[in-house]
């Protein structure tokens, strides 16, 4: 498989070979059809002092695939040839933050992919556990879409949801104010 790695700040990724590797116990290995370019990825690549980033590290965490090979116990709610998109923001999934699925504010993040796992800038990647990461891409949405959701379309998503009540007090009042300048 194929690696584009960060070696140095700011200058050219170098395309690596590693081998394959098999998938951990609770995890998958997913063969990368698409995979976007975020700002954060700039950042970590820039070599940015808040980015937890490693050296010698693949970014991208904006990734979608097919899922190539599943670990022993990461049960049945995915086959191999799944079409998914990974969830990048991996935490420890059991402290209370993550139990109320509010798992992005977790303190564990240590293995955030694309920033201290190798992220989607290759042929594979290794995710190490499968819950509430690998989700399968529902029918007539296309991948290349699809791998924008775990971070760009969840970002936007969010702003919009958490501005709404504001942005329809805003509207209500231009209505007002036009009701007023018509009479
Ligand atoms: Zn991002
Ligand atoms: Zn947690």
């Given at each position: 498989?194929?690696r584009?790695?960060?070696?140095e700040s700011?200058?050219?990724l170098r395309?690596?070979?590693?081998a ?12 990368i059809t698409?995979?976007?370019v975020?700002?954060s990825d700039?950042?970590f690549?820039?070599?940015?002092d808040?980015?937890?980033?490693l ?13 190539e ?10 086959n191999?040839?799944?079409n998914v998109?990974v ?5 420890c999934?059991?402290?209370?933050l993550c139990?109320g ?7 564990d993040i240590r293995?955030m992919?694309?920033?201290?796992q190798h ?8 995710v ?7 989700l399968r891409i529902?029918?007539?949405l296309s991948p290349?879409?699809?791998c924008?959701?775990?971070c760009s379309g969840i970002t936007?998503?969010?702003?919009v949801?958490?501005?709404r ?5 805003m509207?209500?009042?231009?209505v007002y ?7």
């Amino acid at each position: 498989m194929k690696r584009a790695v960060v070696f140095e700040s700011s200058k050219p990724l170098r395309l690596t070979d590693y081998a394959i590797p098999t998938p951990p116990s609770n995890g998958a290995v997913v063969k990368i059809t698409y995979s976007g370019v975020c700002h954060s990825d700039i950042h970590f690549w820039e070599g940015f002092d808040n980015l937890p980033g490693l050296k010698e590290l693949a970014p991208g965490h904006e990734i979608a695939g097919v899922v190539e090979a599943l670990g022993d116990d990461a049960g049945t709610e995915l086959n191999v040839g799944d079409n998914v998109v990974v969830y990048p923001w991996l935490a420890c999934l059991e402290c209370a933050l993550c139990v109320g699925w509010r798992s992005n504010l977790c303190r564990d993040i240590r293995q955030m992919l694309g920033f201290r796992q190798h992220g989607g800038f290759a042929t594979h990647v290794v995710v190490p556990i499968v819950e509430r990461t690998v989700l399968r891409i529902p029918r007539g949405l296309s991948p290349e879409v699809a791998c924008m959701l775990p971070c760009s379309g969840i970002t936007t998503y969010n702003a919009v949801l958490n501005t709404r009540d504001t942005l329809q007090d805003m509207v209500g009042l231009k209505v007002y104010c036009k009701d007023i300048t018509d009479n």
